[in-house]
């Protein structure tokens, strides 16, 4: 997918998406902090297209298509859109040659920053609970996307591994705004 379809599949998944939480409760208040932030890396993301940065637009949307992802598989939220599409299917080389430099730069930052985040918390729901479980695949989903994103830049393919480490850190910093985790080093990573 490229960059001007992952922000139509944001855009498209933000309008789509509903709670399922009652107002005013906690989970309702935690569903807004997701939507949010998702909303706000929505925009960001078009700023930086609208100023010639598709590498800064390229990050922001898949970020910000964690969090709703995250609040879903949560069950906070229900993206109510038949096929909304998966944001790493198809072809992404979309990134000018200009950009080339930025892009290499971002993406060895951001995978430092997810490799740095991830060992950074732990669960904080006790094992004995599901939300447990829970957080444990919030960490494995960040940790797949870890993974994938540092294949793809052993492939050479910096646009898909910088998707890759942009959406594993949108959920598992969506976790940590639902409580899941405790963090116990580089708290100013985290968007809390």
Known sequence: MNVRECQALLATTLTGTTCTAPERTPAWRTKQSILRMASAYESDGRTFMSGGDPVNALAAFLYGLGWLHCGASAGLLVIKIENHGCPFAGSSADIPASQYAKLDEKTNRYAH????????????????????????????????????????????????????????????????????????????IFTL
């Not at 939300?131 to 960490?139: K, N, P, T």
């Not at 540092?150 to 969506?174: P, Q």
Request: one cysteine or more; proline letters at 5%.
């Open 113 to 188: 920053l997810l490799t740095t985040a991830i060992a950074s918390v732990s669960p904080a729901p006790d094992p004995g609970i599901p939300l447990h479980a829970f957080a444990l695949q919030v960490r494995f989903i960040a940790e797949v996307y870890l993974h994938q994103g540092n294949k793809k830049v052993s492939d050479g393919n910096l646009e898909e591994a910088l998707a890759c480490f942009s959406y594993g850190h949108g959920w598992l910093d969506a976790g940590v705004e639902m409580g899941l985790f405790s963090i116990h080093a580089y708290r100013e």
